[in-house]
């Protein structure tokens, strides 16, 4: 006899059909940025306009590559280097300082938490006039520093990765690693970071695509010849004339490292909640 709760979880026919129907709407924008990015300037005015891929993709994208103002292979090097270090480091910070959060015990905790939570609070458009200041002091103008170091650190990081902690690492867990003799970072290193897993999956993959898709401070720090890939996508449109199949086949190739940035993190997120299954 099927149960009231296993009733309540049972997918009927219509869940498929939304399921199906937010996949295509999801997916469309790309799909049609395909279709543009492979085609000529002139088939887009078309009426009814075209639906399918064409033929002209390499053509706009050596023109991406010929445009000298847009540095586009610049700009790509530049955004994966500066994205996966900043991942990397938020990552890392942000479990740490989510595990001492949320398991040890230190004076003035609280207090230090909710000054974290508090920053972000602030819109990061207020920090951009001292931030260049800041970086013009330190030299690091139309620098891969500039658009890297300050955000090595994450506040959102910090709390997400102590809410999760607080839930899915038992007191007992870290005290039984504290009996083996393990020291504190052997701890987090050996039990807290593994089980943690899904959460800083989520967490690197949010990370990425806010970095990947970070404009105005780039803009603001660096210089066209060492932008980064959205500062470099933002010159091949100019003030009045956008060729928007030449724009839509550079950001088609922007999109490769965000799609397997999400393999990557969604096989991590997946695997970590089916093991936390099996293990409950």
Avoid: C, H
């Avoid at 991406?64 to 270090?85: E, H, Q």
């Avoid at 004076?107 to 800041?134: C, D, E």
């Avoid at 060492?226 to 956008?242: E, G």
Wanted: no cysteine; aromatic share 12%.
């Amino acid at each position: 006899m099927i149960s009231a709760s296993q009733r309540l979880w049972r997918t009927s026919p219509l869940t498929y059909v939304a399921l199906v129907l937010a996949a295509l709407l999801s997916i469309y924008p790309f799909y049609y940025m395909l279709v543009i990015g492979t085609r000529s300037l002139d088939s887009i005015n078309e009426v009814p306009p075209p639906v399918t891929p064409g033929g002209a993709f390499g053509d706009n994208f050596g023109r991406v590559l010929d445009n000298d103002a847009a540095n586009f292979l610049t700009g790509m090097m530049n955004s994966i280097i500066v994205s996966s270090v900043v991942t990397v480091s938020v990552v890392l910070t942000g479990s740490l300082a989510g595990f001492a959060f949320a398991k040890l015990r230190f004076r003035g905790s609280n207090a230090l938490l909710l000054a974290i939570i508090v920053t972000m609070m602030i819109p990061t458009q207020m920090g951009l006039i001292p931030l260049w200041s800041m970086m013009q002091d330190l030299g690091w103008y139309d620098t891969l520093y500039a658009v890297t170091v300050p955000f090595l650190v994450s506040a959102f990081g910090v709390f997400m990765m102590r809410q999760y902690a607080s839930q899915a690492i038992s007191d007992e867990l870290i005290e039984a690693g504290r009996v083996d003799g393990a020291s504190t970072f052997r701890i987090y290193w050996s039990i807290v970071l593994p089980a943690l897993r899904p959460a800083a999956g989520v967490l690197g993959l949010l990370t990425f695509m806010e970095t990947w898709n970070s404009f105005i401070w780039p803009y603001a720090i660096l210089t066209p010849e060492n932008p980064t890939l959205q500062v470099s996508l933002s010159f091949l449109s100019y003030a009045y004339y956008t060729d928007y199949s030449q724009v839509f086949a550079a950001t088609a190739i922007g999109t490769i490292p965000l799609v397997l940035v999400f393999l990557v993190f969604g096989r991590q997120i997946i695997g970590g909640i089916m093991e936390g299954a099996v293990k409950s």
